[in-house]
């Protein structure tokens, strides 16, 4: 941190003088004495800029999820800490009495923190208290903008930066009148929905009615079909069960077949099955002794494969070979490079002798070193100060363009006010044309027609000015000479014969001739905007004549109507506007009395005064335009001067590098040399004499490799052995197998008679299988259908009859032939008084249910028409909230845009601040009630809304670092922080901005925390910055308390 002795006074209730931070992120423990006012806070990314404010925002009660970094407290903690708690202290200003000092913990998995404000412990809810009274609001954006919501500022929605606006300025009545008025919407929309779903209901209501009313003439005819379907499914039921009876008559027969065939297949298999016994128990002895040959054939075959492999001792024979060759290679190869060595070493040590490298060489290579760094030194200031008076030239190239651009479009104006006078009166249009050929014939300045120079300075007062000025004279010529009114006349009437063309005659007076009836204090009370003469700049002669015609300075505009005031104007003023409302007042001759008459000018086109051009900024941009171009030229002359400069020093600069390049190819190649000669001095010790007896080791070779052989020869020996016993045990196998080939042979048609046996057997087990399962079904069903037909006709015939129905029945289903019909035509004839009745979709209590309607439409009427009273005491409750509260929403905006609008100007764009009153001219639309911001970044362009995709990076940062400057003067907050808001910003914009947050502080006395990794070289420092610096490295101090900076400088000083 710099000390400086000037340091400015805290005076700011809730200022921070204090930041202290234990085991927090990336802090050990460390404490932070920020100034009264710009703060920059400098260093590396990952150093811990960010985590001050994350430190600011947690400890003063905010939302870990409003700073999008952090998931979860846990992350907070310093992971080097152990089982210690993470602890913030922030010392807050009190301008009575000691400050106040908030404590903040983080203890390890406990899921909030816990406070305690100057020592005593503390909830949040009594900490939000605290922070209410210093206005602290750790969630607001407008106050709190952390690095990774600096990008999130341009994506919020017009309602969302008018509630942090709302917020940031510490308007709570304003902001509860926002909340209040949605949460009135809200009920509305409810009430909206219930409206919509009773008149739904009604006409549901209706509609029902007349189809219940019908339905009463088919409920009889319904009856009687339901009752003559009812014996019909009577009869259905009977039906289905002589049905499912026979049909477990049939499944019993079956199944008595079925069991015969069963039974004689099992004696059949019986009598082969006891054959067969005698020839099994042959077959698997026979089987098993194949078994065991086969087993040990196995076992054998194993052995003999494995003793085969006798590729290894072979192997391990040839290496031997091998290695007795390389001993001799390598005794032969080491006393060939010795004696190359030997002579190598005397021809280094001859060159040598010749060539030295001395102590005065490295001093005259060091001198021409350090003249080298030199020019390059000054070749890089040099290069520096030509890419500043290059940049010099392109911005002031670009102010030149955007100078040009915007007078071109001012002059652009001009010649769109002249077409539309063409258009509308091609005469006025020639009279000009001659006018500006012949001036020098009139004695005085003659004015061309009034729209083409009359700028209007407020747009709101375009239509107003255009309707009560009028047409004639809008387009007629004004001359400040009598001679010369009368000679233009004769001229353009008489000559030219151009007809529609007016000209007045009026002296020049100034403005100051022509008093207001009344003061703006005396007219405050009633909205008043301003008179008709202060709307425009015009020459003093058509001023004076608008004054004396048509009376603009005795005309004055007000915003709207104020119940119980506005009357008394019509006793002031003969004509005045409100809003969209042209009034006239008249008193009556005889009875005194005063009446007005009130003209709606809201459908008014504008034509003539629709483009408006300002005089003054022509001038102005054309002196600009003069001074920018001798600064191009002054640039110009400096960089060619530099350029020289250049060209001599690279000149320069290529003889010190090729002496110094031939100096050192000398020292390199000596070096070089002394370096090998020791290196091979090296290698020739140790090449003296062999590493190792070559005899000896020969000789233990030679005995390795006989051994070895006799080990061959004895494997070998094993496995001739071993191959015998496997022959003898192939040919018992293979005597074993025709044997069992012998045995089935003589027994097979036995086996194929009992294989068929059983195969028939199985197929007949499985068809009984399914014929008893479908008994069973069947006989279950059988009762089933039985008692559903009993129940159907209420019992049966009598009980030796059981499989009849009652005789009553079986008369009623003779009389319909329903006895002689099958099941399908039963079915038929149900379906279709089935078809029948649902054609009619008659229920039987119809009546009553028509008069349950009638109720309910009766209700419904009565819902409907509470709700609309209700909608429209909402409607009242809202007009009302909204009078009360607009007033002072546009105000507030309105300074907000009057500051926003200056200091975009102050950076050279243009910017606006706007209300937006709702969706779709919906005034009372209070929850869309936003603030869109409007910048305008090159002339010539049109101001575009600040959205995420339409401005750049650095266009967007500024907006959003202007937009927070400008709510300080309408705030009480004792600071603000912002995180790394340069992003994107050219180096022009970092200093503009710069150069604005220090006037700001200034200003207001506030103070700002402005976090980034660097910053443009040269700004401008005074006693209200204070630099707080975020060191980045690995430290092996033992403590916290060996962290020295000033130790840091000196050394930095001495390198």
Request: proline share 2%; net charge neutral.
């Amino acid at each position: 941190m710099a000390e400086d002795t000037k340091r400015l006074r805290f005076t700011k209730e809730g200022s921070v003088v204090r930041i202290t931070l234990k085991n927090f992120m990336t802090y050990k423990n460390e404490s932070i004495f920020p100034g009264p006012n710009f703060n920059v806070t400098v260093g590396p990314n990952g150093s811990g800029k960010s985590s001050i404010v994350t430190a600011l925002c947690i400890a003063l009660g905010g939302d870990l999820k409003s700073l999008n970094r952090q998931q979860d407290l846990q992350s907070l903690i310093n992971n080097n800490c152990g089982n210690q708690a993470a602890v913030i202290e922030i010392e807050l200003f009190s301008e009575k009495g000691n400050n106040t000092v908030v404590k903040c913990m983080i203890k390890n998995n406990a899921t909030e923190p816990s406070w305690q404000i100057n020592g005593k412990n503390s909830t949040k809810d009594k900490l939000l208290i605290l922070t209410d009274r210093y206005q602290i609001q750790p969630g607001n954006m407008c106050q709190f903008l952390p690095q990774d919501v600096v990008r999130q500022f341009p994506q919020m929605k017009p309602p969302e930066i008018f509630e942090n606006t709302l917020k940031a300025v510490g308007n709570q009545d304003m902001l509860e009148k926002l909340h209040q008025g949605a949460k009135i919407q809200d009920s509305m929309e409810g009430i909206n929905e219930d409206i919509k779903t009773k008149e739904n209901t009604m006409s549901s209501l209706e509609q029902r009615e007349k189809r219940m009313e019908d339905q009463l003439r088919r409920l009889e005819e319904q009856e009687k079909m339901e009752e003559k379907k009812s014996i019909v499914e009577k009869a259905l039921a009977w039906e289905r069960f002589y049905i499912a009876r026979k049909t477990a008559k049939e499944t019993r027969e079956k199944k008595r077949e079925l069991d015969a065939k069963k039974s004689k297949l099992e004696e059949e298999l019986q009598v082969h099955k006891e054959f067969l016994v005698g020839y099994n128990n042959k077959v698997e002895n026979i089987k098993k002794n194949i078994e065991n040959c086969e087993q040990e054939f196995r076992k054998k075959g194993d052995l003999v494969e494995r003793a085969l492999d006798i590729s290894q001792l072979e192997e391990q024979i040839e290496h031997l070979d091998s290695s007795e060759k390389d001993l001799d290679n390598t005794e032969k190869d080491r006393i060939k490079q010795k004696k190359n060595l030997q002579k190598e070493i005397t021809e280094f040590k001859k060159y040598l002798e010749t060539e030295q490298w001395s102590a005065n060489d490295e001093e005259h290579l060091r001198k021409i070193r350090n003249d080298r760094t030199t020019r390059n030194e000054q070749l890089s200031n040099n290069d520096l100060q030509v890419e500043e008076v290059d940049l010099a030239i392109k911005m002031g190239q670009r102010d030149m363009d955007r100078l040009k651009r915007e007078y071109q479009s001012l002059v652009d104006q001009k010649d769109q006010k002249l077409s539309v006078l063409q258009k509308e009166n091609p005469d006025a249009y020639s009279g000009v044309m001659w006018l500006r050929q012949n001036r020098h014939k009139f004695n005085k300045t003659v004015h061309e027609p009034i729209m083409l120079v009359l700028d209007v300075k407020n747009r709101n007062f375009v239509k107003i000015l255009e309707l009560h000025i009028g047409r004639a004279d809008l387009e007629g010529f004004v001359c400040e000479d009598v001679d010369d009114m009368n000679f233009l006349l004769t001229e353009l009437r008489e000559r030219m014969k151009l007809r529609k063309i007016n000209v007045f005659h009026s002296e020049a007076h100034s403005k100051e001739a022509f008093r207001k009836p009344y003061s703006y204090d005396q007219l405050q009370k009633y909205g008043f905007l301003g008179y008709l003469s202060d709307a425009y700049d015009a020459p003093d002669a058509i001023n004076a004549y608008l004054c004396q015609q048509k009376n603009l300075h005795e005309v004055p505009v007000f915003e709207k109507e104020i119940e119980n005031v506005t009357d008394e104007l019509k006793t002031r003023f003969r004509n005045y506007y409100i809003g969209n409302y042209k009034v006239s007042a008249k008193v009556s001759r005889y009875s005194k009395e005063i009446s007005t008459g009130t003209h709606d000018i809201s459908s008014q086109r504008v034509i003539r005064l629709d483009v408006s051009t300002d005089k003054s900024s022509i001038d102005n941009i054309l002196t600009e335009i003069k001074a920018k171009e001798a600064f191009l030229k002054n640039s110009e002359n400096r960089k060619k001067q530099r350029l020289k400069v250049k060209e001599k020093l690279l000149e320069e600069l290529q003889k010190i590098e090729d002496n110094y390049k031939e100096l050192d190819k000398s020292r390199k190649e000596i070096k070089s040399k002394e370096h090998e000669l020791k290196m091979k001095e090296e290698m020739l010790r140790n090449l003296a004499e062999p590493k190792v007896n070559v005899d000896a080791q020969k000789k233990k070779i030679r005995n390795e490799k006989v051994e070895l052989v006799r080990k061959l020869c004895r494997q070998v020996q094993s496995n001739l052995r071993m191959i015998e016993r496997c022959g003898d045990l192939d040919l018992l196998r293979t005597a074993h197998q025709l044997q069992l080939q012998n045995v089935e042979g003589e027994n097979q048609d036995s086996n194929y008679k009992v294989k068929d046996l059983e195969k028939d057997y199985n197929v007949i087990s499985e068809q009984l299988a399914e014929i008893d399962a479908k008994f069973s079904s069947e006989s279950k069903d059988i009762k089933k259908v039985h008692e559903e037909a009993k129940s159907a006709t209420d019992g049966f015939q009598d009980a030796g009859c059981k499989y009849r129905p009652p005789l009553e029945w079986q008369e009623k289903f003779k009389e319909d032939n329903l006895n002689t019909m099958d099941i399908n035509q039963l079915k038929a004839i149900i379906e279709d008084y089935e078809d029948c009745i649902k054609r009619s979709a008659v229920k039987p209590d119809t009546r009553r249910k028509i008069e349950e309607e009638r109720e309910k439409m009766i209700r419904a009427k009565q819902d409907l028409q509470n709700l609309r009273l209700l909608k429209e005491e909402r409607i009242n409750q809202l007009e009302m909230l909204r009078r009360d509260w607009i007033s002072g929403v546009k105000s507030l905006v309105s300074d907000v845009d009057e500051k926003f609008s200056e200091m975009m100007a102050g950076l050279g764009y243009s910017g606006q601040v706007e209300l937006q009153e709702g969706l779709d001219n919906d005034t009372l639309d209070m929850k869309n009630y936003g603030i869109r911001i409007l910048v305008k970044f090159r002339s010539g362009d049109d101001f575009v809304e600040l959205t995420k995709g339409t401005q750049s990076g650095g266009e967007k940062s500024v907006t959003t670092a202007v937009y927070m400057m400008a709510l300080q003067g309408l705030t009480q907050v004792p600071f603000r922080c912002v995180d790394e808001i340069n992003q994107g910003m050219d180096e022009t914009n970092e200093r503009s901005v710069w150069d604005m947050l220090l006037e700001v502080c200034k200003e207001h006395q506030a103070q700002y925390f402005y976090m980034a990794p660097k910053f443009p070289y040269n700004l401008p420092f005074n006693n209200q910055v204070t630099i707080l610096i975020c060191n980045s490295g690995r430290v092996n101090s033992k403590s916290d308390k060996d962290f020295s900076i000033k130790h840091f400088v000196q050394v930095s000083r001495n390198i």
